[in-house]
């Protein structure tokens, strides 16, 4: 009996390690939340249901993301708020690095976001390296999951994205009738 209920603790042990460490991927629900913007406001998958959906994971000190976020915010603008949303959240970066970061690009058209030390953003992600992207399509749902990718994925995650911003924004659920 004894046998038996160490098996079943190690195999729930093991299944416990196995869901944590899952990523989320294509048609999965994201996670939720995403930090606080610029503003201190809390801001939410949710809160952008409708529009495609690019949240991207950087930290200063990798050269290809302050790249990459540059050209998304190009894509932003070029895109249009209505459609498109770009969260760029800052994932084991030093909070003063993050604050000067966004001082020099309060100009971009992008949400920035921190991921404080306790990962509260990348952990349900399953960030453990960058850059790390997810794009979520209109629908809410994971559309595809892009890790340590460089310039030459550039044209493929365009492409991506043009045709997710193809496809009509669903409709919202109508009123109940009184």
Known sequence: MKRIVQLAL?????????????????????????????????LHVSDLRGKVVIVTFWATWCGYCMKELPVLAALQKMKGSNDL????????DDLEAFKKARHNWRSLDVILTYDAKDHLIS???????IPHMVIIGRDGRIDDVYVGYDESMLDQILAEVDELLKQPAPQAPAAAAP
């Open 85 to 92: 949303a770009v969260v760029g959240v800052s994932h084991n």
């Open 123 to 129: 952990k349900p992600y399953g960030v453990n390296t």
């Open 10 to 42: 190690a195999m729930l042990a093991l299944t416990l390690v196995t869901v944590c460490l899952a990523r989320p991927g294509p048609g999965d629900v994201p996670p939720d939340y995403l930090g606080r913007d610029r503003n201190g406001h809390d």
